[in-house]
């Protein structure tokens, strides 16, 4: 087996989502893999912010950027050559299971196990099962 050479983790800022970073880390070190680490700002929890949309939208994003250059920064730190960081804003769960697939050679997808609470879970949908259940590869669902 080859093992994966193109791993793309998610993250949001979650404690779960820290979780599953680190296990990307290690995969992508230990297989010498390509690291995508991704940030969707969800355009749609901002859409009924009472502020204005084009500002919180562009705030946001420039926070989300600031993470993941961050995130990119420990990778190399780890011991990770190859790095892509991806901020996008969107439905979360369309990117990342299914368009960032799309747009990149990704074999396995690394999210965290969803944080969400029953009634927003029911209401919004988790992503990670939206993930898990239409992506065109492996995910792994770190705990």
Request: with cysteine; glycine share 6%.
């Amino acid at each position: 087996m080859k093992g994966y050479q193109h791993i793309l983790v998610a993250i949001d800022g979650s404690h779960s989502a820290e979780k599953a970073f680190q296990e990307a880390l290690f995969l992508a070190e230990l297989h010498h893999a390509h690291l995508y680490i991704a940030c969707i700002v969800n355009d749609v929890e901002i859409a009924y912010s009472l502020y204005n949309y084009a500002t919180m939208l562009a705030d946001e994003k420039e926070n989300v950027e600031k993470e993941v250059l961050k995130k990119l920064y420990d990778a190399k730190e780890y011991g990770v050559e190859k790095m892509t960081g991806i901020v996008e804003s969107g439905n979360p769960k369309v990117y990342l299971a299914k368009t960032i697939p799309e747009q990149y050679p990704i074999d396995l997808i690394v999210v965290g196990a969803s944080g969400k609470g029953g009634i927003q879970k029911w209401t919004v949908g988790s992503t990670t099962d939206y993930i898990v259940k239409h992506a065109p590869v492996n995910v792994l669902v770190v705990k």
